[in-house]
């Protein structure tokens, strides 16, 4: 049986316009595998999300930011439509989330839904 789990990254992007910040990132239990199916960037307009996934480590995954929204994903309908993907990632892994921001100190959001079979990874 599969089912659907998402999680937020959250971070603030550099002072510095052009720099690369790592927001955070998430764990993937050994054992456990996701595919990742919906991708939302919140925080900055013209900024750009980079996933690092350590599992594939020639992998290029960049999206610009959906949603000029600088607060929370979750609680609000404003942070435009989702990337839809379809990026399997076998545990144990790290999904790492980078922001390359053009305006500066701005409070980016990430979130990423996807499918497992097993069990939560944000326990």
Not at 8 to 22: D, K, L, N, P, R
Not at 55 to 65: I, N, R
Not at 89 to 101: L, M, Y
Request: glycine fraction near 10%; charged fraction near 15%; include cysteine.
């Amino acid at each position: 049986m599969s089912y659907f789990d998402s999680q937020i990254i959250e971070g603030t992007s550099s002072v510095v316009v052009g720099a690369t910040t790592t927001l955070g990132s998430i764990s993937i239990a050994a054992g456990t595998q996701i595919v990742i199916r919906r991708i939302w960037a919140a925080g900055s307009d013209n900024a750009i999300l980079k996933l690092r996934i350590n599992t594939y480590p020639q992998a290029f995954f960049e999206y610009v930011f959906n949603a000029e929204y600088e607060g929370t994903l979750a609680g609000n309908n404003n942070w435009g439509p989702a990337y839809v993907t379809n990026i399997p990632v076998n545990g144990s892994a790290e999904i790492t989330a980078d922001v390359v921001d053009q305006n500066g100190a701005k409070t980016c959001q990430v979130m990423l839904e996807y499918e497992t079979t097993g069990g939560p990874t944000n326990s």
